[in-house]
Every structure is written in structure tokens, then in C-alpha cells.
């Protein structure tokens, strides 16, 4: 019997390291497959256990002794490490987490991009144009891109191996990367988040929406290159799908109808009454406006008594006043009091999740009315520091020293520098484009007027837009005008350069203390350590 026994365990030890090595390789003949094998490994297993039942005495003995013991625990050991390993990958592979350990997070895509690829309603196809060595330069990209939307599919074609569809791509360059969705496509050429984000919000908003800058009363001027031009905001703009043009009212009838959001940036003298008549037949049909209203203090700004009234109507105050800001945040920027900075944001979509500093240079209180005007209630945006107040006496500035004095009517802060409000539209809209469907992602949402109201004009202006997120904030306000909410987050990062720059003298000292200073001293502690025990 015992003899038998003996067989049976060779015969089965031999087919479970056959069926092992048949998985390995498979042999030439037809007939055979994993499910073969795997018939096979199972009754090399029970034979396996028929011989260890049959000489069960002598495996009992065995595991008697100290050896046998430690030996098995040690194996247990290393089967639940392998165990744990194997589970580890296992699950890595389906819930992957990545970390950006870079200061400004360069490599990370930004709420915005993000924000956008969660809310894609269908699938978007990137499709890469390049040879094959260049392949990865885009697929660490886009590999964020599917990462945070599983409707993000990427595939990589290398035009001298697949001209067909090159041609049918109207391949013009290499490394071009097409996008797809719902049947309309858009081209870029470059690995930036920026360009591909803009690429994909194209492609999904579809046909541009205009933006029109009102001229012809001191506005800022979004194709000027100055400190107070807005070129910067202007090139802004095409990165979430908007084109601009300026607008000089006084020159026609009414806004044209192909207006999205009008923006008043800073006038220095009011507006005539009929191009207030034709502003207040826009926004009653759905139009949106933006004003931003700078203090009537500065030099040539009569005021703007039409306008401010306008604000008023939509149950905003345009305070006559100059907000400062007695903190110190603004000596972190190298300004005065007269730059205060804003780190508060009430709830509102265009302040959601937005925790960046903005500064406003020279800024009037832009409050909303409590119970507000007309049925329509507006809600604050941006809030000033409590050591901030709204200075009354503007004719005080000019003497240098400032301080609050609630004897002349100033007001403690924090004071509300911006503010928001939407309506139903109250009179019919224009007749939809004919380029949108009703089904179509450039189908007009419901007509709605909105309003906002900020108390500076040069918070995105060339001179200030660079502070903390005054560009973000402009564009998120735009964004929320234009009803793409879905566009409203912190924009992409720019990385910053964090080389550093040594003189010769200062590398050769680093060259010493590596090659020799440093090697120098763990062999004199060697040395001395040899010594000792010597």
C-alpha cells in the first residue's frame, strides 16, 4: 500500500509542475489549451493529497519536530506576504491614485479642466497624429484626461504607418491631436493642458460666444497692450470658447443680437439715455451685462449717475466712497491701503470652491439692497478684511495719511466690493441662430438676465490681473453671465522656474564638498571607528 501511495504522490507532483509549465509555454499541438491544463492541475492536486492521507502518520511525525514547525511558519510567512502583494496590485489597478508633489501643481490638471471632464455628458475622442517615438509626450496628458472621465477615450496613429487616415484627418503637421465630440472636431498641436482643454471646450460648447466691450465713455480698451488695457483678459477669453469685439452704443440702435454678455469696464463719463433705453431692452430679454464701476474720484470721473441708477434697478449700491484696507495683506504685493485684498467670497456659483487671494486697486463698495429693488434681490460676491472700511470723505485721500472715522460716515469692514443678481427674462428674446438644435449642446439654455456689478475696473486690467486670482475671478463671473457654470473653477497653472543659478566659484566649492569633503569624512570615521576597536 505504502508503495502505491508513493506513486500516486510522484505521478501528482509531476502533473501540477506539467500543468504549471504548459501554462508557461504552450506546445505545438492543437489540441491542447489553458483548460487542458488546468483538469490537469487539479488531479495532480488530489493526488497529491490522496498520497499525504495515505502516509498521514509520517506527516503527523514530521511536524512534530522544532524544525518542521519553524519551517512551516516561515513559509505561511511568505505565502501571506505574497498574498498581500498580489491583492495590493490587484486593487492598484483599478483604484489608482496619483500625487503631485511639484510646488504649484504643474502636473496636475486644474479645478477647471477637471470640473469640465466630470460633466461631459458623452463620449470625447482624442486621437494623436504623430510617430511612434513621440507617442508618450501625449499620453501622460491624456492619461490625466481618462483618469477623471471615463467618456474620455484616447488613440494614437502614426501617420507614416496609417496614411489612410491621416489623409481622411486632413493631417496637416505632425503631433496634431483631434478631437471629437457629438460630431464636432477641433485641432491642436501641443501637449499643454491649457490647449487641450481649450481644444475639448470648443469642441463641446460648440460655436464661439460673442463678448461685447462697450466704447466711447473712458472704458478700458480690451485690445490695448497699457497698464490699464485689458489685452490680457482678451486673450483670456478665446481659452473658454469666447470671442470679443468693442461695442460703441451711441452708434446704433440697440446690442446686437448675437451678444452673449456685454461688459462696461470702467467708463469715466455716464452713458447717454439711449443707449441706458437700449442696455435695459437687452437685459429684459435675457441680455447680460457686467459693470464695473471704478470710485468717482478719480481724476476726470464725473460719475456716473444713469448707470449707478441702472445697478440700483437690479438692487445693487454703488457706493460713493474709496474702500482701503488697513491690514497689511497688500505690503505683501509691495501696495498700499488703497489695494485692499479679498479673501472672503459668500456662497455663489462664481465664488464655489474659490480660495484665492484677489486685490482691487482703488475700489468702491458695489453693496446689494437689502430686500432688493424690483423684485430683484441681489447677492454679495467678494468681501474686503474686517480692518478694511469704506472711506466717505474721498477729499481726505489726497492728503496722504488716512484713517477710519465713523464721525465722517465711514463704514468698518468687511465691505462687499462686488455683487451678483438673475431674473427671468421679462420681455420676448431674439430668434435662436440658426446653427443650434434644440437637442444640440448650443441650444440657448432658458432666457435669464443677469447682472454683476464690481466696484474697480482695474482688478482685470493689464496692471492687476496678475494678482492671486483676479483673472479667475473675471472669467468665472463671465462664465456665470454667460450660463456655463460648468466653466467656473481655477484655471490651469503655469510652472514656474526654480532653476538655480551658481557662479564658478560657488560650483567648484559644490564640487569639492561632494568629490571630496563629504567621501573625506566617512573614511575618517571609518578610520576612526578601527581605530577604537583596534
Same mark, same amino acid.
Given at each position: ?20 509549465? !504548459? ?27 490522496? =498520497? ?10 514530521? *511536524? ?217 431692452? =437687452? ?19 464725473? &460719475? ?67 430686500? &432688493? ?81 464690481? &466696484? ?7 496692471? &492687476? ?11 468665472? !463671473? ?49 578610520? *576612526? ?6
Amino acid at each position: 500500500m505504502a508503495k502505491i501511495t508513493n506513486v500516486i504522490g510522484w505521478v501528482g507532483t509531476v502533473l501540477v509542475f506539467g500543468a504549471f509549465a !504548459a501554462r508557461l509555454y504552450t506546445p505545438p499541438w492543437g489540441w491542447w489549451s489553458d483548460r487542458y491544463a488546468t483538469y490537469v492541475a487539479w488531479a495532480g492536486l488530489a493526488a497529491v493529497l490522496v =498520497y499525504m492521507a495515505g502516509q498521514w502518520r509520517d506527516v503527523a511525525n514530521f *511536524y512534530k519536530g522544532r524544525g518542521a514547525r519553524y519551517g512551516t511558519m516561515s513559509l505561511v510567512s511568505i505565502v501571506v506576504f505574497v498574498a498581500i502583494l498580489v491583492a495590493v496590485n490587484y486593487l492598484s489597478t483599478r483604484q489608482n491614485k496619483r500625487w503631485d508633489l511639484t510646488e504649484n501643481q504643474v502636473y496636475s490638471l486644474s479645478d477647471q479642466t477637471i470640473k469640465f471632464l466630470k460633466d461631459l455628458k458623452e463620449p470625447v475622442k482624442f486621437t494623436v497624429f504623430d510617430r511612434e517615438t513621440n507617442f508618450d509626450r501625449f499620453r501622460d496628458r491624456l492619461d490625466e484626461f481618462a483618469y477623471h472621465s471615463s467618456n474620455v477615450q484616447a488613440e494614437y496613429v502614426d501617420p507614416d504607418r496609417e496614411p489612410g487616415r491621416a489623409k481622411a484627418a486632413q493631417l496637416q503637421a505632425y503631433g496634431t491631436v483631434l478631437v471629437e465630440y457629438a460630431g464636432r472636431t477641433e485641432r491642436v498641436t501641443s501637449t499643454d493642458e491649457q490647449a487641450l482643454a481649450n481644444a475639448l471646450i470648443k469642441a463641446v460648447t460648440g460655436a464661439a460666444k460673442k463678448v461685447y466691450f462697450t466704447q466711447g465713455h473712458g472704458e478700458k480698451d480690451p485690445a490695448s497692450t497699457e497698464r490699464t488695457g485689458y489685452s490680457t483678459i482678451a486673450g483670456a477669453l478665446a481659452s473658454d470658447n469666447f470671442a470679443f469685439e468693442p461695442l460703441v452704443l451711441a452708434q446704433q440702435k440697440d446690442i446686437p443680437a448675437d451678444a452673449t454678455v456685454v461688459v462696461i469696464a470702467g467708463p469715466t463719463i455716464d452713458f447717454f439715455p439711449a443707449e441706458m433705453t437700449a442696455l435695459t431692452n =437687452y437685459v429684459a430679454r435675457g441680455g447680460k451685462v457686467m459693470v464695473l464701476l471704478d470710485p468717482a474720484s478719480k481724476p476726470g470721473g464725473p &460719475g456716473q449717475p444713469l448707470l449707478t441708477q441702472f445697478l440700483m434697478d437690479w438692487g445693487i449700491n454703488a457706493g460713493n466712497d474709496v474702500v482701503l484696507d488697513a491690514s497689511g495683506m497688500g505690503q505683501m504685493l509691495g501696495t498700499d491701503a488703497s489695494v485692499p485684498l479679498a479673501a472672503q467670497y459668500p456662497a455663489h456659483p462664481i465664488s464655489e470652491g474659490f480660495r484665492v487671494v484677489t486685490g482691487y486697486p482703488l475700489a468702491r463698495s458695489m453693496t446689494n439692497l437689502e430686500g &432688493g429693488s424690483g423684485g430683484h434681490i441681489a447677492q454679495p460676491l467678494v468681501n474686503t478684511s474686517p480692518q478694511s472700511w469704506a472711506e466717505a470723505d474721498v477729499a481726505s485721500l489726497t492728503g496722504g495719511e488716512v484713517a477710519f472715522n465713523a464721525d465722517k460716515g465711514d463704514k468698518q469692514g468687511p465691505i462687499t466690493l462686488g455683487a451678483a443678481v438673475s431674473a427671468p427674462a421679462t420681455a420676448a428674446p431674439p430668434a435662436p441662430s440658426g446653427n443650434a438644435s434644440p437637442d444640440s449642446p448650443d441650444s440657448q439654455p432658458k432666457p435669464e438676465s443677469r447682472v454683476v456689478a464690481i &466696484g474697480d475696473s482695474d482688478f482685470a486690467a493689464n496692471l &492687476g490681473v496678475g494678482i492671486g486670482g483676479n483673472r479667475d475671478f473675471f472669467m468665472n !463671473a463671465l462664465n456665470w453671465l454667460a450660463q456655463q457654470e460648468n466653466l467656473i473653477a481655477i484655471r490651469p497653472r503655469e510652472p514656474q522656474d526654480r532653476r538655480l543659478t551658481l557662479t564658478a566659484d560657488q560650483q567648484q566649492r559644490i564640487m569639492l564638498l561632494c568629490l571630496f569633503i563629504i567621501p573625506g569624512l566617512v573614511f575618517a570615521s571609518g578610520v *576612526y571607528t578601527w581605530w577604537r576597536r583596534r
